[in-house]
């Protein structure tokens, strides 16, 4: 008598777990960002765009352990030359001002995207002085509509 019982519980354990499997296939796995790190006065080449990190012009951001009232930001120039042609963008991480749009784009085409990721080493109360400042970026594929 207890085998239909187990039964039971069998076929819906087996229906349970491949349900499981084909719901699982319809999410997209992101792939992981793989960082490159530029040192502030050094260049560059990914993926034949040359990017060469000039200059910090804002470090305001609240250090590790210290109560701020505003987070703050960093804001960094950076040269870009593609195709040829040379450009200066500016990239601000963290908190913007009336009128700022967020935008960490370093360089965009058709099938491509070079995004700053964060400007290290993140401040302390001991390192606000003297830093050696490193952007890291990263090369993310444009999806295809």
């Known amino acids: 008598m207890k085998k239909p019982f187990t039964m039971k519980y069998s076929l819906l354990s087996i229906l349970i777990l491949f349900s499981s499997f084909?719901?699982?296939?319809?999410?997209?796995?992101?792939?992981?960002?793989?960082?490159?790190?530029?040192?502030?006065?050094?260049?560059?080449?990914?993926?034949?765009?040359?990017?060469?990190?000039?200059?910090?012009?804002?470090?305001?951001?609240?250090?590790?352990?210290?109560?701020?009232i505003w987070a703050g930001r960093a804001i960094i120039k950076v040269e870009v030359t593609a195709d040829g042609r040379t450009n200066e963008e500016t990239v601000i991480f963290g908190e913007l001002r009336p009128g700022e749009k967020k935008n960490t784009t370093i360089y965009s085409s058709s099938k491509y995207s070079i995004n700053g990721i964060t400007l290290?080493?993140?401040p302390t109360v001991e390192n606000s002085?003297?830093?050696?400042?490193v952007l890291l970026v990263s090369k993310r594929k444009e999806i295809a509509n």
């Open 22 to 68: 084909a719901f699982g296939q319809n999410e997209k796995a992101n792939p992981p960002v793989i960082a490159v790190k530029i040192p502030l006065n050094e260049s560059i080449v990914l993926e034949g765009v040359s990017i060469k990190f000039l200059e910090v012009l804002e470090d305001s951001r609240c250090p590790e352990g210290v109560s701020c």
């Open 120 to 122: 290290n080493p993140y």
């Open 129 to 133: 002085e003297g830093t050696s400042y």
